[in-house]
């Protein structure tokens, strides 16, 4: 069975930096597209980020620049570094898979403050 923790958000002024981890279990992170995905009070979750097996990787144009994915296949982890956060940037952030879907964490939340 296939689990995603999240974990790394917290509160912090525009122009701060966050680094969100999400640690897999079940399946390697190292074989699979993953993503990170995000949901703003109010609007549906959108993907911004995802990291293929070769370290492809595509960003969102809302974060193109200041977000930057990453994994550590040793650690079966995936992380996202958050920096230039904009307030627009709140939200609860969700690792997955892409584009086969599993079951979804609990997500770590997210505050941008102006």
């Known amino acids: 069975q296939v689990q995603l923790v999240e974990s790394g958000g917290g509160l912090v002024q525009a122009g701060g930096s966050l680094r969100l981890s999400c640690v897999v279990s079940?399946?390697?992170?190292?074989?699979?597209?993953m993503g990170w995905y995000r949901q703003a009070p109010g609007k549906q979750r959108e993907l911004v980020a995802t990291i293929t097996s070769t370290w492809n990787r595509n960003y969102a144009d809302s974060v193109k620049g200041r977000f930057t994915i990453s994994r550590d296949n040793a650690k079966n982890t995936v992380y996202l570094q958050m920096s230039s956060l904009k307030p627009e940037d709140t939200g609860v952030y969700y690792c997955n898979f892409q584009p086969n879907i599993v079951p979804w964490g609990q997500g770590t939340q997210v505050t941008v403050s102006s």
């Open positions: 079940g399946s390697r992170v190292s074989l699979n597209v």
